[in-house]
């Protein structure tokens, strides 16, 4: 697998990039080629630009969940692409606001994506190439991670609490063990280690980059710190929605490495 940060909140020292509060990756794992989540704006399209990555050789998308930081650049995306498959959960591109009542949700509605391009939503695990896998909905698996309400959104005609049964994300399966990408672990960063588990039927979690929604220092960050050093995890990336303090408490007993805009991961 090659791997590549097209988006992130930071950028590498001396990688003159642009990065933005988002998140945006670019995989290559044979012969598919995928992008997973498109940042908050056509950021992602000047950083491939930059990188000379063709992002017409795409053939599978990606969306970890429906909020705007990671599904922004899908206008800009489908001003160039249309003949990519869509991979994401039922609900992702439904109507989503804040505690504030400002909309947060995707620039397109499933319907209109389905007359862009070939839609797959599901909330099942879905094949997106040879050794990946997007999980669909996460269960509720630790009782630290309980899913909690950051605003409102639709579902069946109905505006409820949201609490992102959206969020999901993706598993390279590699020699080594289960190398997870995430967009912002809503659904638990740990809950989501253990299903990918269950799913692939591999108890090894060779790795694990994306956001993992983690802000104080509190038992939940205690407890997650706790499951990762337990399951003696090699490639440790914390970024996007992961305070500053909080990656300071996961350093003291964690060997957690820097991500920023630029990053090339090759498994």
């Known amino acids: 697998m090659k791997f590549r940060v097209l988006v992130d909140n930071n950028t ?22 995928i992008l997973f989540d498109t940042g908050y704006s056509s950021v992602f399209l000047e950083n491939a630009g930059r990188m000379n990555i063709d992002l017409n050789k795409v053939n599978k998308t990606v969306i970890s969940h429906g909020h705007n930081d990671h599904t922004g650049g899908l206008k800009y995306f489908f001003n160039k692409k249309s003949n990519t498959e869509l991979i994401a959960h039922p609900d992702c591109f439904n109507y989503k606001e804040d505690k504030e009542g400002l909309y947060i949700g995707s620039p397109f509605s499933k319907e209109e994506l389905s007359k862009i391009c070939k839609i797959n939503l599901s909330k099942k695990p879905v094949q997106v190439s040879e050794n990946i896998i997007y999980l669909g909905e996460i269960p509720t698996i630790n009782e630290f991670e309980a899913r909690y309400a950051i605003g409102k959104c639709d579902i069946d005609g109905e505006r409820i609490n949201d609490t992102i049964k959206d969020d999901s994300a993706i598993v390279y399966k590699s020699n080594n063990g289960l190398f997870v990408i995430t967009g912002c672990s809503h659904s638990g960063i740990c809950n989501i280690l253990e299903y990918a588990k269950k799913v692939c039927n591999d108890n090894r979690i060779y790795g694990v980059i994306g956001g993992f929604h983690l802000f104080d220092v509190d038992e939940r960050l205690k407890a997650t710190v706790n499951y990762l050093k337990e399951n003696d995890i090699k490639l440790l990336y914390p970024c996007h929605c992961v305070s500053l303090k909080a990656k300071i408490e996961m350093a003291k007993k964690l060997d957690i490495r820097e991500v920023g805009v630029g990053l090339e991961i090759d498994i």
């Open 12 to 33: 590498i020292i001396d990688e003159y990039y642009l990065g933005e509060p988002g998140v945006s990756y670019y995989i290559e794992d044979g012969a598919d080629v």
